[in-house]
């Protein structure tokens, strides 16, 4: 009568069932962050690669024209970063081309600039003009510095090259008056990994480990409903009072839950690898061989906590709304400090000390060493103990709850 | 099969009074045994005892000599719940609740199936097993409340208030059902605050209140008494001189209860009444009901 497989069996049909039916639980677990991964690796596609052109459009107002001047707007077209779009002669005008959204950047170059390149300001007892630089105000700040940062180092290089020109023709050495040389300036990002250098994190892969470790710790939602429901209704008494143990219990949710998690860990990686390169974005590498086996054994981690960590929210809680906020509200925070929303690369040094305490952090981390770091066992060991021990604490937790909360 | 309580006493954590004091009481094999008492009585903490939900701070509950909590222990279905609660699965229709529960309780294969079969067809949950529970109406769902507890063919069954919320037609139903279990050699433990239930199916009972036996025997021991309960409903509110002298008990705006220590007491309690002013709106006296015992031994209204 007691067998254990009859019993294992009814809890993960009844499990399975009770998920099926709960469309908001099956929403929040599998579309939400299939959503997440689209939009954001699309919104993200430039964030994440060095070096790629940014989509901003500048205009040069060059009210010199001298060879100075055009050897400049030539320097800046060669960096490539921004899109110059116009050469006009009239500020005004480009002020109004701001204005309507054609530029969001005019660069000014004044009178008398080619004369007064190498004259510090008031060295000789005359002004030197300053270049201007109209701002579109909505532009992002960094954008801004990134392109004041561009045309300081072009007009260095020019500055280079005409003193250059000037000490050859003081030396009586043969320069070419437009000489424009190939100074060394140029910075390539190489990131570094073990035996071989491949290119820095894409978007998609940022945001498909992300979204998959955020959504697998969302089955707090199904899990908190039913247990609460098993709770209210009486029903985990029931069960008590026919001689299941607790144990049998939690192991009935363990399972299916699990392989829910598993189920999403393979529908994100599908939508990483096609859907994604169909909206225009990369798509996304997956390990393979060994380094596979460890990707799983990080996804596996993650999910264990991510169960724990639902049922220890189901076991604190009292109403299915609590669950929701206390779970819901959990995971936004654990996802904001853990790198999920915000890559932890992008985050001030105090922030990422503190992402070092979020779960999805370490599971986050565990993911990146195996697909960017080609990290192995030893690599991602600690993130999996962190991970199995999270979900061992909450486990034992939830059990101690359930147990004291008996009268 | 006789389940004996003897002297069990439990306090829950952080409260002042002990929930059940001392209780003692024998339970044959067979039959309808009935709890009552108002809400807050202790029948649902003598049953959380039963079923093991609860540990018993003192005294011992044995089946046939041997503590029960071996006997659960070594079969968990010998001893079934049916708890107050609609204890399923909302989500889950009717069969699927009855196959978890099945399951739950180690069965499978065909002899899954021939209970389920079994308890949907005594319960008559037939038109209704692909439905969803939380689509059933109240009477539907104590009926499938109280299929799920016959799934382990149990020897002890425990109804908690199985009647509560339900339509008349399907209390009469419930009833009916559970007046048929002992025939297939199940006993019954009911609890209810409904006397005209355990008056109805119960062979024997005990009176419960305020953690306390207050009288336990057939149905006939406890109606036998000498005192003689009246029921009363004036045309105004009784005198104090009349309530004290009385010991009268309020069962409703203008209606009481009244002690007589005879028949021989009624012309002067009349004499009395005609005196203060009140009309008689509706007298009843010598036939005793369960109301009257539990007001007698309580002085106190049983639906307080």
């Not at chain 1, 499990?15 to 962050?33: N, Q």
């Not at chain 1, 305490?357 to 991602?380: C, E, K, N, Y």
């Not at chain 2, 009585?41 to 018993?56: F, N, P, V, W």
């Not at chain 2, 199985?162 to 009469?172: A, E, N």
Request: net charge neutral; with cysteine.
């Amino acid at each position: 009568m007691s067998s254990l497989l009859p019993r294992l069996h009814a809890l993960w049909t009844k499990e399975t069932l009770a998920l099926l039916r709960d469309r908001h639980g099956l929403a929040a677990l599998f579309v939400m962050p299939v959503i997440f991964i689209l939009v954001m690796t699309m919104a993200l596609h430039d964030a994440f690669m060095p070096g790629a052109s940014i989509d901003v459009a500048y205009a040069v107002v060059d009210l010199d024209n001298s060879p100075q001047s055009q050897a400049l707007v030539r320097r800046l077209d060669k960096s490539g970063s921004f899109r110059r779009i116009a050469v006009g002669q009239d500020l005004d005008a480009a002020r109004q081309g701001i204005r309507e959204n054609q530029y969001a950047l005019v660069l000014g170059l004044p009178a008398k600039f080619g004369e007064r390149l190498l004259a510090p300001a008031g060295a000789d007892g005359q002004p030197t003009e300053p270049l201007t630089l109209l701002v579109d105000p909505t532009l992002n700040p960094a954008l801004q510095l990134a392109f004041r940062n561009q045309t300081a180092a072009a007009l260095g290089t020019i500055r280079a090259d005409e003193l250059t020109r000037r000490a050859g023709k003081l030396f009586g050495l043969p320069v070419s008056p437009a000489a424009e040389r190939d100074w060394p300036d140029e910075i390539v990002s190489i990131a570094v990994q073990n035996q071989r250098s491949i290119r820095p994190p894409s978007s998609v892969q940022q945001n498909v480990p992300a979204w998959l470790v955020f959504a697998m710790f969302f089955v707090v939602i199904p899990i908190a409903s039913i247990f609460i429901i098993e709770r209210q209704e009486g029903t985990l008494q029931r069960l008590r009072a026919i001689g299941l143990p607790f144990g049998h219990i939690l192991a009935g949710k363990l399972l299916p839950f699990f392989v829910v998690n598993q189920l999403q860990a393979v529908l994100m990686v599908l939508v990483g690898m096609f859907i994604v390169p169909m909206l225009g974005g990369e798509a996304l590498h997956m390990p393979a061989g060994r380094s596979l086996i460890h990707w799983w054994l990080v996804a596996a981690s993650v999910s264990l906590a991510a169960v724990a960590f639902a049922l220890l929210v189901a076991s604190l809680t009292r109403t299915s709304q609590q669950a929701v906020v206390v779970g819901g509200v959990g995971n936004i925070l654990m996802g904001a400090v853990g790198g999920i929303m915000v890559p932890k690369f992008m985050m001030p040094a105090a922030m990422q000390r503190l992402a070092e305490w979020s779960p999805m952090a370490w599971g986050l981390d565990g993911f990146h060493t195996v697909m960017l770091r080609q990290g192995g066992f030893d690599a991602i060991l600690p993130d999996l103990l962190k991970l199995l021990t999270f979900a061992a604490l909450s486990l034992t937790a939830a059990v101690w709850l359930n147990r004291s909360s008996q009268p | 099969m006789t389940l004996s309580i003897s002297a069990v006493s439990h306090t829950y954590r952080g409260a002042r009074e002990a929930a059940l004091d001392s209780v003692s009481l024998n339970i044959p094999a067979g039959g309808v045994f009935g709890l009552l008492g108002p809400n807050g009585a202790g029948k649902t903490t003598l049953i959380s005892l039963i079923c093991g939900l609860l540990e018993s701070d003192q005294g011992l509950i044995t089946l046939d000599d041997e503590p029960l909590a071996l006997v659960r222990a070594a079969d968990p279905a010998r001893v079934a719940l049916v708890p107050q609660d609609y204890a399923f699965y909302p989500m889950l229709s009717v069969v699927e609740n009855l196959r978890f529960f099945g399951g739950a309780l180690g069965l499978s294969g065909a002899l899954l199936r021939q209970r389920c079969d079994a308890a949907i067809a005594f319960a008559r949950l037939e038109q209704v097993t692909g439905k969803l529970a939380e689509t059933l109406s109240g009477g539907l769902r104590r009926r499938l409340n109280l299929a799920i507890g016959l799934l382990g063919e149990p020897r002890l069954l425990l109804l908690d208030e199985p009647t509560v919320g339900v339509d008349p037609q399907s209390r009469h139903f419930l009833l009916d059902a559970i007046a048929g279990l002992p025939a297939s050699g199940t006993t019954v433990i009911y609890t209810s605050h409904y006397m005209e239930e355990v008056e109805a199916i119960c062979q024997r009972l005990a009176i419960l209140d305020q953690g306390k036996v207050l009288a336990a025997g057939t149905l006939g021991e406890l109606l036998d008494s000498d005192e003689q309960t009246l029921e009363l409903r004036l045309d105004r509110p009784l005198p104090e001189s009349l309530l004290s002298k009385y010991h009268a008990v309020p069962s409703g705006a203008l209606d009481f209860g009244l002690f007589l220590p005879s028949t021989a007491a009624l012309p002067e309690l009349l004499a009395e009444l005609a005196a203060a002013g009140c009309e008689i709106c509706y007298l009843s006296l010598g036939r005793q009901n369960l109301e009257q015992v539990f007001m007698r031994l309580t002085r106190r209204s049983l639906r307080d």
